[in-house]
């Protein structure tokens, strides 16, 4: 088991900052790939990032990218996400998720990954 729990959501600005924590505990963090997703009011869970088991390798769909970024910290078993320049269509719980496998987290049923953290909301107004 690997129980994972998000922190570092707030309200804050368009063209803001904000930097998500997530942190791991249980079986062997570094086994795994980490991503997080996100769900905004009425719509479907959303891919936001994913990074591999070293931190070399990392992807994100078109409507972050340049402006997100995932990084994470094996010693400390806690995965980031950095967002600049934050839009109000950002505004969403962030989950973070836990999965064996690295590839396709973009076209998987995010449903499917291994562990889910409960989540933090950030929102980002106009």
């Known amino acids: 088991q690997v129980q994972l729990v998000e922190s570092g959501g707030g309200l804050v600005q368009a063209g803001d900052s904000l930097r998500l924590s997530c942190a791991a505990s249980?079986?062997?963090?570094?086994?795994?790939?980490m991503g997080w997703f996100r769900q905004a009011p009425g719509k479907e869970r959303e891919f936001v990032a994913a990074?591999?088991?070293?931190?070399?390798?990392?992807y994100y769909p078109d409507s972050v990218k340049g402006r997100f970024t995932i990084s994470r910290d094996n010693a400390k078993n806690t995965v980031y996400l950095q967002m600049n320049s934050l839009k109000p269509e950002d505004t969403a719980v962030y989950y973070c998720?836990?999965?064996?496998?690295?590839?396709?987290?973009?076209?998987?049923?995010?449903?499917?990954?291994?562990?889910w953290g409960k989540g933090t909301l950030v929102t980002v107004s106009s």
């Open positions: 998720a836990a999965d064996r496998f690295f590839g396709g987290w973009d076209t998987r049923d995010p449903y499917g990954m291994d562990y």
């Open positions: 990074i591999n088991w070293s931190g070399s390798s990392t």
């Open positions: 249980g079986r062997s963090f570094s086994g795994y790939a």
